[in-house]
């Protein structure tokens, strides 16, 4: 993203607000690297380049360490002439990273795909495409250029088409200069909605137009308003708006506060626009700690969505259930939002080693290099209709030494769990959690097939992560026939073909092939497996996370049963490597 919408999002990080960052179109050298070094601590460096190669000079680099707590504590570098950059002194453990540079904006990322973690000794390349632009003038009702007023783009649809479905909407915001002309760079390819006036997602200063009503391009309602399409690295120019001047609704209550809540903490509530699965506007009011009303000026006719969140304790947040308010040619007072404390889900990280003697002496998984992250699963939330914040559907955590992990500040929802650790020969085996009450002996229920159900205020306890020593992994090829295009960026799917892994689905495994058609799978558990590579995925999960999904047993057996017809078996030892593995194309 454009370094204008950095600078916002860095602004409600200190502000307490929890965000999940996620990293896109980067690639580490040393991952996964059986004979990483173990150094206590080193470096993280790297470089930043354009899609077409060249360096990105001056691109702000911002490293988060998963083990930190509160999340906003992070380390800033700036990318040299060449592009390059350095993080030093860091100590050994995981670490999410993000770039961003004026001009620039991340390349399409498929929206559930997992975040990546870098380790201390990692060498990373970070891809950046050239950001597209939006210019034209505004003028007000008599003719005259608007002078400073804001103009804001929000994404309605991504360069695949695809309408974004998360409570913050990729958003971008200028002001006009004195001729009434705005200038807004460095946005993502897709479809967008120009407005001016009115009070902006990220502003926390009053502004002369912040009580109108925002006025869309060309000059246009919210429901009238013009899709303006951008391209990567391409101007569109002449988008003019001619303001209506016209004034908005206001949206206001008051927050009931608990009794025990910390004194200093603020209150901080959320309004978003809902529109279409996703978010087109999102406003932010700051009340303090000794203010319980708020309210929101210059808000349009629309669907709405409220949501308190504030400090209950140093580590502890608590939240409103979302609130859902219609606004329609009046004023909306006397709404009152009641916060509740959030879940936490705490757990351990349990190592099951292997007696086989192929397995002797490898490297165990470093618990400071494994990660349990918990993420809110869309699609069975998909009837409740509701967003909630982006920090609090999702949470991550580093186990202890003895395997311990905490996650804190968990919205009510479903949730899958997942996991990342860095040893060759290890595998995901079981994601268990013990029921609140149950004996000992009871079996624990499987959370890789059923989604963990949390509840406002809740403490789960015994989320068991069981990974297993004796995985092997698979590199090849995928083969095409004479004559016969290979699609790029192909997916490689393994199934297991024993029927009673067939409802496991941590036995299902999913990668992207390289632009040459080859591939690499690894942490697999041992077995046998059907190797498919569908021709057309359009109708498959784009990563491994969405293919394990509890909610897509039919799509994992359905993807089983096709590649059982293929007919392209692999079988892997304990601790095997198979290499010069080829798969053909498959037709559907």
Known sequence: MANHSHDMKVLIFTMGLLLLVLTAGASAQTQGDENADSTSTGTISGRVISDAGAPVPNAYVLLRSVNSAPAFLIRRAVTDRE???????????????????????????????????????????????????????????????????????????????????????????????????????????????????????????????????????????????????????????GVDIRYRGEPGRSISGAVVRLATQLQFGSNNVTLRRVRGGGAEFVGFTFTGSGTQGFSFNGVPDGEYELELQTNFSPTEMAMSEPFRVTVKGADVSGIVLTPKLLAHIAGRVRLDPSTSPQCKNKRRPAFDETVVAVQRSQELDAKEKSFSTTGFAGNQATPNRAGEFLLRNIGPGRYNVSTKFFARYWFLRSIAIQSPGAPKAAQATESSRIPIVVKSGERLTNLIVTLAEGAGSVRGTIKVAEGEVRPSGALVFLTPAEREAADNPLRYYAVQSESDGTFALSNLAPGTYWAIVPANTSDEPLNERSLRDPSQTEKRLKLRRDAEAAKSTVELKPCQNLVDVQLPLGRR
């Open 83 to 237: 592009g390059a950059f350095r993080i030093d002194g860091l100590d050994r453990g995981l670490y999410i990273v993000t770039v961003s540079a004026a001009s620039y904006a991340q390349p399409l990322r498929e929206p559930n795909a997992p975040p990546s973690y870098y380790r201390v000794g990692d060498l990373i390349t970070f891809t950046l495409v050239r950001g597209g632009v939006i210019t034209g003038m505004v003028t007000t009702a008599s003719g005259e250029p608007a002078v400073g007023m804001g103009v804001r783009t929000v994404m309605v649809r991504d360069a695949a088409g695809v309408a974004p479905k998360t409570s913050t909407p990729q958003y971008a915001e200028r002001s006009t200069d004195d001729r009434g002309i705005y200038r807004i760079y460095g946005l993502s390819a897709g479809a967008y909605l120009i407005s001016a006036g009115g009070r902006g997602s990220y502003s926390f200063l009053p502004g002369a137009f912040e009580n109108d009503s925002p006025t869309y391009a060309p000059s246009a309602t919210r429901d009238t308003a013009a899709e303006i399409e951008v391209s990567a690295g391409a101007e569109t120019s």
